[in-house]
């Protein structure tokens, strides 16, 4: 008997429904069978629970996780390159808030096996959002200034440690109980809640923002745009302002990125997928992160783990997340052995 998280309708983290299962699942052609021993409790999964993340195409029931570190508990007859007991990890979109479930092999990348496979999961959605954001699309340079929004969340500590890796100026909004954690990775806060971040950094920066990168979207999109020097870049990468109901659609945050290029002041904004890019540059998928597993393991870069949850208190888990109650990350933990 197993543990199995379903999303049974849409709608917030209340309508998770607990299902004890009785059978493993066995890998068809070309699948490995894993056991789960981490995912993330992300903002993304909220938008999967309620229908509005648009890469996952899959109606209810289903379940929910978005990434996933796990051992590989059984093999296909005709997988060769993966063993039993191998830890791995992947990018199922949805799927694993399950103690056990099979994936193609091709989607699975190995994971150094002195890696904690909490911190290892940071790695697959966070951390390699922040660094293709960071190198594959923004392209930044030493001494360059960035702002990042939502600076400690999972996504945002993730960029500002890597930020501070790549030698940049970093400025992060954050609600004052976070400004501890934003300064001591590299930053200097910005108190969204009781100061505009536009006029601040007017001040404090006046030649402007070489990148900024926003998971809030709404007006800030705008806001954060007027912050940039000419020839910067927005980054988009995230609707939380929409996704709690605070006016507007998806549709409607997308029009609104495109139509800040047409404007004649030389700078860019672009909407940054971790799917879309995974689809279009599979290579950089699996090379970025294992190189973001090599500097894991050098201790070059150390996820902001607010807590460890086992899988059944997903509820809980993700009502924290959506409050933006935490710093950092929730990982939610498979059963154990």
Known sequence: MFTKIVIPAYGGPQVLKIVQETELPRPASGEVRLKMLATSACFTDLLV????YPDVKQKPPLSPGYDIVGRVDAVADDVHTLQVGQLVA???QFSAYQDYLCLSEKELVPVPDDLD???AVSMVLSYLTAYQMLH???KVEAGQKILVHGAGGAVGTALLQLGRLAGLEMYGTASAEKHVLV???GAVPIDYRNEDFVAHLAEIAPQGMHAVFDGIGGDYYSRSFKTLRRGGELVAYGFYNT????????PLEFMRIIAM???PNGKAARFYSINGLKEKHPDWFRQDLMLL????QAGKIQPEIARRMPLRQAVEALTLVKQAAVKGKIVLLGAQD
């Open 293 to 296: 597993f090599t500097l894991l």
């Open 136 to 138: 594959r699309v923004a």
């Open 261 to 263: 290029n047409v404007l």
């Open 90 to 92: 992947a990018m199922p």
């Open 117 to 119: 496979p909490a911190e």
């Open 183 to 185: 300064k001591a990775s």
């Open 49 to 52: 629970i309620a229908g509005q």
């Open 243 to 250: 996704a709690m109901g605070r006016g507007g659609s998806i």
